[in-house]
């Protein structure tokens, strides 16, 4: 059996730095397809920027020279411009919140495709330590981080800072000693900065740290809800429920107080900006050093410089999330399948015999304190072409590891497998499962119709393979009972079929492609005896001309078999057909004996 991995599986990992250059270099990388949309986008948010010190330098002309002199042409001039600026600032501003908002999704687009794309690529052992709710959270809550990042954060920065700029570069050219008085809270708002920024990265880890619990939990619970319910778990689950809830609840509450207290702060910072200009512009005015429309000017721009530091006060917090969720989606990006195709893969003799030989196998899925933990210890066996083979023994004896070496979800530390005197480890993945037909005991099928579990989407296998694979294993009686026959969908794994029924799905899939090599694994152990009777008749003409292997824990079904191997405690110790076995009276004898034998008071009860 596998080791569970150790340690809060379902914890996300402690956040990284603010800012990482490393990191957004190839965040910005997700851009490159898109540079032409990407320059329309800084061009709109540069010229819109721009026209943010248009008004108030209008106004100061206004006041200073239209009004004075009486000037009504000057005046309406003024005031057309204004408007045309408005006007101009909106069609940026809508410009570029469609032009954004377009680049973010396509980047999210493209990102759900990659990871989805790795994560079918990924082994088997990578999912043994990783929960489906942190996989989730990965593809779903932080590619849509980064989708606000690419939408409303990283471009309308360049938009914020510009507005700064311009605004500083106007007043400076207007006066720039009320310049300098406006610009001298500055340290403050700087300081209020630093606090706010510390405070709410760490309440974005907690938000970040509790809604893995979350998806963790959910997951787990709704999953299992059959059980939750057969246990009378409802009541105790809800309630941890409410305190994973709470907890995250509690951390949002925490991160809305910060940023109620940053926004009002700044508005007082605001406050006394524009008390400054009033008090030292004013005294400048009764001195004749500046005029009124200047000092007006400065009252407007000190209202708009100070809502772009609000701004990027608040997409700080979309660059921190940003920063996580791209640390996490690229650790998972970067993580290679354990399991890849050889450099130089090999090609399978056509047509393929299919014959099997294990040499020498040894293999862990952990190491414990004191080395490896082997599930196998130096198994070796050859199953000739056409071969019944039979692997019985007891739980945790290491039936279902060979089938996982045989399929490569995991590679043997010592040893090697072959398939038709072809190394497996030498051969194309997709090939090497292409040739075998693999059953298990729990069966999983997709929320699709019928025909689709049986061909899983392969159109090169027809509707008429589709309904004789279905009729050669026994299924059609129950697929015609449906609704809609072949084309009935069968919901959520496949749950609106009997356990039997889902097994003979399963059976006509593995017919459907026609395998050169058969694995059953514990294939009908779940089933009764009336549907056990019906895949046996199947399995029979199934494995007709075919390498098959077959798991079992009752030995009825493998009695049969051209050979037997009997495996206890990862180690091959007997190997021979049923008879010969049950003469040796070894440890398969004893197998028999226990499942056969009945006590006295048991027959007579």
């Known amino acids: 059996m596998k080791n569970a991995p150790t340690g809060p599986i379902q914890e996300e990992e402690a956040l990284g730095k603010a800012y990482d250059a490393r990191l957004m270099r190839r965040l910005l990388s997700y851009l490159g397809p898109y540079k032409g949309k990407v320059a329309l986008a800084v061009t709109l948010l540069v010229v819109g920027a721009g026209l943010q010190i248009v008004g108030p330098w209008l106004v100061a002309i206004a006041l200073d020279d239209a009004i004075p002199t009486g000037d009504g042409r000057l005046l309406a001039i003024l005031a057309i411009a204004y408007l045309t600026a408005a006007a101009l600032t909106f069609v940026l501003e809508y410009g570029q919140a469609l032009l954004t908002t377009w680049l973010g999704q396509q980047v999210m687009y493209d990102l759900r495709t990659q990871i989805f794309g790795h994560l079918q690529e990924l082994d088997p052992q990578f999912y043994d330590r990783n929960p489906v709710g942190r996989l989730m959270t990965r593809i779903t809550s932080d590619v849509e981080t980064l989708n606000e990042l690419f939408s409303s954060g990283v471009v309308a920065i360049f ?29 403050l708002v700087a300081w209020a900065a630093v606090i706010f920024r510390s405070r709410i990265r760490r309440a974005y880890r907690d938000i970040r740290l509790r809604l893995a619990r979350i998806n963790a939990f959910l997951h787990e619970r709704i999953t299992g809800v059959q059980v939750v319910q057969l246990f009378n778990r409802e009541d105790r689950d809800a309630r941890r429920m409410d305190e994973i809830n709470e907890s995250y609840l509690e951390a949002h509450l925490r991160s809305i107080t910060y940023y109620a207290l940053f926004f009002p702060i700044i508005e007082i910072f605001t406050a006394i900006a524009l008390a400054l200009i009033i008090w030292y512009g004013g005294s400048a005015i009764l001195a004749g050093t500046t005029s009124v429309g200047v000092v007006t000017a400065f009252l407007l721009y000190a209202r708009r410089f100070f809502r772009p530091i609000q701004d990027l006060s608040e997409k700080y917090n979309i660059l921190q999330g ?62 000739a072409p056409g071969e019944k083979v039979a692997v019985v023994g007891h739980t945790g004896a290491g039936k279902t590891t060979l089938i996982n070496l045989l399929m490569r979800f995991y590679e043997p530390q010592r040893g090697e497998i072959l398939l038709d005197g072809v190394p497996i480890s030498r051969l194309r993945i997709q090939d090497l499962r292409g040739q075998i037909g693999l059953v298990l005991q729990d069966v999983f099928l997709f929320s699709e119709d019928v025909a689709y579990n049986i061909r899983l989407g392969n159109r090169s296998i027809t509707d008429e393979e589709v309904a004789e694979a279905a009729r050669e294993v026994g299924a059609e009686p129950f697929i015609r009972r449906l609704p809609e026959g072949l084309h009935q969908p069968l919901g959520e794994r496949g749950l609106s079929l009997s356990v039997g029924e889902r097994q003979l799905v399963s059976f006509a899939r593995a017919l459907a492609y026609d395998p050169a090599i058969l694995v059953l694994d514990e294939a009908t152990s779940s089933v009764d005896s009336e549907i ?16 098959s292997i077959v798991i079992a824990h009752r030995l009825s079904t493998v009695q049969g078999a051209d050979r037997i191997l009997v495996f206890h405690r990862g180690e091959l110790k007997e190997d021979g057909r049923h008879e010969a076995l049950l003469e040796r009276d070894g440890l398969y004898a004893r197998l028999h004996e226990l499942q056969f034998a009945h006590p006295p008071q048991a027959a007579e009860a």
């Open 322 to 383: 940003a920063m996580a969720s791209s640390e996490r989606i690229f650790k998972l990006l970067d993580r290679a399948p354990a399991i890849r195709d050889p450099a130089e893969p090999a090609d399978l003799p056509s047509p393929i015999r299919g014959e099997i030989e294990f040499r020498d196998v040894w293999f862990a899925y952990e190491d414990g304190e004191e080395g490896p933990e082997w599930v196998l210890k130096g198994v070796s066996f050859r199953a």
């Open 532 to 547: 056990e009777a019906r895949i046996e008749e199947a399995t029979s003409r199934l494995m007709e001309g075919r390498t």
């Open 159 to 187: 938009g914020d800072l510009f507005t700064l700029i311009f605004i500083i570069t106007a007043m400076l050219l207007l006066d720039w000693q009320l310049a300098l008085v406006t610009l001298s809270v500055m340290p």
